[in-house]
């Protein structure tokens, strides 16, 4: 079992930045790899980013690629999503996400029903 916390979410302008942060329990965190997901109202939950159980392979949607950056960090059970250069289509509750892996690969998944464990969510409002 593993439960993430998101934080670092809240209102900024138009070309600016956040860094929002996903905290797991456990003490297993490098058996995972982890995702971050958004859904804005009337949306459907897309994939933002996605990082392997060692960070060594990531993936980005296309809406965010060279304005995001997602990384981990193993020894403090966290994985982060730099965000910045933001818009306001970027306005959404952005949610972390946890998969177990399978083996030692670099996997990256990108479809949310790939996914074991979800945190709470955080809201990112970016203002025109």
């Known amino acids: 079992q593993v439960q993430l916390v998101e934080s670092g979410g809240g209102l900024v302008q138009a070309g600016g930045s956040l860094r929002l942060s996903c905290a797991a329990s456990g003490r297993t965190f490098s058996s995972y790899a982890m995702g971050w997901f958004r859904q804005a109202p009337g949306k459907e939950r897309e994939a933002v980013a996605a990082i392997s159980w060692s960070g060594s392979s990531t993936y980005y949607a296309d809406s965010v690629k060279g304005r995001f950056t997602i990384s981990r960090d193993n020894t403090k059970n966290t994985v982060y999503l730099q965000m910045d250069s933001l818009k306001p289509e970027d306005t959404a509750v952005y949610y972390c996400?946890?998969?177990?892996?399978?083996?030692?690969?670099?996997?990256?998944?990108?479809?949310?029903?790939?996914?074991?464990?979800w945190g709470q969510g955080t809201q990112v409002t970016v203002s025109s």
């Open positions: 996400a946890a998969k177990r892996r399978k083996d030692y690969s670099g996997s990256v998944y990108q479809q949310s029903y790939e996914y074991d464990y």
